[in-house]
């Protein structure tokens, strides 16, 4: 497995609270993506990384930020938690020159009650 | 507008009984084209790149190739233990690496 742990694992949290997910990564890839996996929708990008304190947009932006004070951990936030975040969150990371493909983490299952 | 479509959502197959999975993508200009499998419960692994028509990857009972308008995944003489989700993915040319997936094909081999 490539170097990648994604914290928690699962999570309860009720509708309005923030949440906090964690990736960390053990091979100083220079990206870093958050996506989440929906039935029917499969794997769509929320935010990525493309190095310490520079983040962008995926398609699937609104009601998550993002912030990366060091090369090897990207935070995804949820601000203020909704129902249709009810999802799986993966990391992945991709060293992004050369051999461009992403390596995944095992995910996040995230339940909004 | 999707840019990646995969062929079919589900396929059941007999053990020993060859099939192909299709990947079909619009982009401007494809920087790479990306085959992942996922077990249940657990995070995308990665199988092949290809980067551009004509190419053709082998991995095991894994073969894929590419068109200017396409991808297959041929699996031949199946075995239970490929049974899993295989995904598709694309990155542009013109973007950051990053990738868009299809939504997926779920293979169910039946021994």
């Known amino acids: 497995d490539a170097g990648i742990t994604q914290s928690p694992r699962h999570k309860v949290t009720e509708t309005g609270t923030p949440v906090t997910l964690r990736c960390h990564q053990t091979e100083n890839h220079r990206y870093m993506y958050w996506y989440r996996q929906d039935p029917g929708h499969g794997l769509r990008l929320i935010h990525y990384?493309?190095?310490?304190?520079?983040?962008d947009k995926g398609e699937v932006s609104d009601g998550y930020s993002v912030s990366r004070s060091k090369t090897e951990d990207f935070l995804l936030t949820l601000e203020s938690a909704t129902s249709s975040q009810t999802s799986v969150y993966f990391c992945?990371?991709?060293?992004?020159?050369?051999?461009?493909?992403?390596?995944f983490g095992q995910g996040t299952r995230l339940t909004v009650v | 507008e999707d840019q990646v479509t995969q062929s079919p959502e589900a396929l059941r197959l007999q053990e020993g009984e060859s099939s192909s999975l299709n990947c079909s993508y619009t982009?401007?200009?494809?920087?790479?084209l990306f085959w992942y499998r996922q077990d249940p419960g657990k995070g995308p692994e990665f199988l092949f790149t290809?980067?551009?028509a004509g190419e053709e990857k082998e991995k095991e009972r894994l073969k894929a190739t590419l068109t200017k308008k396409e991808s297959f995944l041929h699996i031949t003489a199946p075995k239970p233990e490929d049974s899993a989700t295989y995904l598709c993915?694309?990155?542009?040319?013109?973007?950051?690496?990053?990738?868009?997936f299809g939504a997926g094909t779920t293979v169910t081999v039946r021994a």
């Open positions: 993915a694309v990155q542009e040319s013109t973007s950051p690496p990053k990738l868009s």
């Open positions: 992945a990371i991709s060293a992004g020159t050369g051999n461009t493909e992403a390596f």
């Open positions: 290809l980067y551009s």
């Open positions: 982009v401007s200009g494809l920087r790479g």
């Open positions: 990384s493309y190095g310490v304190k520079d983040t």
